[in-house]
């Protein structure tokens, strides 16, 4: 029998909701059971699957029309030397635009453009002087009026309901452009019951990159509406070049009149991404006592984890704030063939209640495969324990290189748990061991939400926000807070109230590795993207946006991200055309970055940060 030494929290009490206790903290010796010794996962694929991206060339014309801001992928196949060129043609005459290939960003300003609609741009790379393939054409976007930014508009079907609706992207088709599948209406009945939302069945649909409508299905009234009952994702799983969609599904029929689904066949079904039509399915993870109530029992989740360092592995999760169990897939030939099981209660006690919102996938141990970030307990790509802080359920979670200065990656845990006398509701872990780097050391009650993002580029790494929820723990009785706290990379407190940035919706925009917020300008009124300025006034960078945000992501152009907006009848996807200073593989190439986008579809959403240290 194995044995490894992990530093972690051993639960001194257990309140009613199960997760939350107080910790204290012991050098433990946790004995893995047995089964710690399964075999490597030896997936399909001989080499990595990875999705097939074009150029994502964008082409942005600016409110005159005598300029076209132009932004482009790099790529991980991209030599460190390559080159751009880049070309516009008009009726039959192509031109070379640029005087010397350009190296140091991927994207170029054309000035003096005449914008008249029948242009096409493109760029083709440059390697030790001979040119390489071209990349796809497009024309110019032109700015909708004035001072408004400009924008790519995807056109819905009637009968779309507006609002935070939930987005996945994946390649439908392989032309190597993301394409768009959504679930609507914008209705929900968790965490708690809505009578309006009782009769209410999701629908799924899809869309090509350029707003053609490929398929809807309604997911019938065995899947009731809300983020944890209805999970899906979109990913190519077998390699063919051609995402599938992974969704929940249920016979229909079965839902009480209270809107809920107590009992009945529950499966993981594969769609055909571009037909919608059924491939197979398998057993969802099954309902148990041990899960705890009904909104604890249906709290579901999807991912993608490369659990052999090659092939992407479906992961079907239930539980978070009692037992968790998790089986593990992969599809080939249209089959879906399980590659283990892991019940945490029988892995380890101190696993119990470590779940959090959302899954996040990365190879936190460097050994080339993937691992799965469940909450405040890790597990390995063999469908092992591989570490528990035992802290309870985290309210957010993130992992990257938050302290360049240590080696591998951190986790910073925000901790919904009652921490009033060990100080580690807000935390940082070692992501491969687990080990305590540091923690507040103050008690907290709630922290609800955080974030990780380089904003002060005077502090070493990432700095850390989060804040306590006011509601505080009411089926304890115990009464919230305002505290809010910004941290640096090494856990000093940098500053409280209204000093710290707010915890919402983040993105790349500008040309520095500082992150932007987005900001609501109020009802009605769109929102902006702004720089946080400490102890300053924060500076707006760009406004007039409009819709509400459904995601962010690098879905085009260079490595900065887009926003994704929806409106009545449409999406809009806003791209920046601030000039870069730099350049870099584009974001969805990294894995970490991109499977927490492809996680976006399901529970509580939190903005999406690479593997690696990227900041100032």
């Not at 029309?65 to 030599?79: A, E, F, G, H, I």
């Not at 399915?281 to 989740?301: F, H, I, M, T, V």
Request: proline share 6%; hydrophobic share 35%; charged share 25%.
């Amino acid at each position: 029998m194995k044995k490894i030494f992990i530093l972690f929290l051993l639960p001194a009490f257990i309140s009613i909701y199960a997760q939350d206790a107080r910790e204290l903290l012991y050098n433990f010796e946790i004995s893995k059971p047995d089964h710690a010794d399964k075999p490597k996962i030896q997936g399909f694929a001989k080499e990595r699957i990875q999705e097939k991206l074009n150029r994502g060339v964008i082409a942005i014309a600016d409110e005159s029309n005598k300029n076209v801001y132009m932004s482009w992928r790099l790529l991980q196949t991209d030599p460190a030397d390559i080159a751009f060129d880049v070309y516009r043609s008009s009726g039959n005459r192509s031109v070379k635009l640029n005087s010397k290939p350009i190296s140091t960003t991927t994207d170029f300003l054309y000035r003096n453009a005449t914008v008249k609609g029948d242009e096409s741009y493109w760029v083709v790379p440059i390697l030790k002087g001979k040119k390489g393939e071209a990349s796809e054409c497009v024309t110019a976007i032109s700015r909708p009026s004035p001072g408004k930014p400009p924008y790519v508009s995807i056109p819905l079907q009637e009968g779309v309901v507006p609002g935070r609706r939930r987005l996945g992207i994946g390649d439908l088709n392989g032309d190597g452009q993301f394409d768009f599948v959504l679930i609507q209406p914008n209705v929900s009945k968790d965490p708690g019951f809505k009578p309006d939302s009782s009769q209410v069945t999701y629908k799924i649909e899809a869309y090509l990159h350029d707003g053609t409508f490929l398929w809807r299905n309604d997911l019938g009234d065995g899947i009731e509406p809300g983020v944890w009952y209805s999970p899906f994702i979109v990913y190519d799983l077998d390699g063919d070049g051609k995402a599938e969609v992974a969704v929940k599904t249920a016979p229909r029929g079965i839902r009480d009149a209270d809107g809920a689904v107590y009992k009945g066949e529950e499966w993981i079904s594969i769609w055909d991404g571009m037909t919608g039509k059924e491939i197979t399915k398998a057993d969802w993870p099954e309902r148990s006592p041990r899960l705890g109530d009904y909104n604890r029992q249906n709290r579901n989740q999807l991912g993608v984890a490369y659990l052999d360092g090659k092939t992407p592995c479906l992961i079907v999760a239930r539980g978070t704030y009692k037992a968790m169990f998790v089986d593990a897939y992969q599809f080939k030939e249209g089959k879906l063939t399980k590659l283990w099981h892991w019940d945490g209660d029988e892995e380890n006690p101190v696993v119990r209640s470590q779940g959090a919102h959302t899954m996040l996938v990365a190879d936190v141990d460097e050994d080339g495969r993937d691992e799965i970030i469940l909450g405040s307990a890790v597990l390995d790509d063999n469908g092992t324990l591989l570490w528990s802080a035992g802290l309870g359920h985290p309210d957010k979670v993130f992992v990257t290189d938050i302290d360049p200065s240590l080696p591998g990656m951190e986790i910073f845990l925000a901790v919904e748990a009652l921490h009033d006398k060990d100080g580690l509701g807000i935390c940082l872990r070692d992501a491969k061991t687990g080990t305590l780097i540091w923690k507040i050391g103050r008690p907290t009650v709630h922290v609800g939400s955080g974030m990780v993002a380089d904003v002060d580029p005077a502090l070493h790494g990432l700095e850390f926000f989060a804040a306590e929820d006011p509601k505080g723990h009411r089926a304890m009785g115990i009464t919230g807070n305002n505290n809010r706290y910004l941290f640096d990379a090494k856990g000093n407190l940098y500053g409280t109230g209204e000093d710290v940035p707010p915890t919402g919706d983040w993105v790349w925009w500008d040309a520095d590795k500082l992150r932007e917020y987005i900001r609501p300008e109020g009802q009605g009124k769109g929102f902006s993207v702004t720089t946080y300025h400490y102890k300053g006034e924060d500076e707006i960078v760009q406004k007039g946006f409009e819709g509400n945000v459904v995601l962010v992501a690098d879905l085009y152009g260079d490595w900065r991200e887009e926003i994704v907006t929806a409106l009545p009848g449409e999406l809009r996807i806003y791209s920046t055309t601030i000039p870069a200073k730099d350049r870099r593989v584009t974001l969805l190439q990294d894995n970490t970055y991109r499977q927490t986008i492809t996680t976006h579809t399901m529970g509580y959403q939190q903005p999406a940060v690479p593997s690696y240290y990227l900041g100032e």
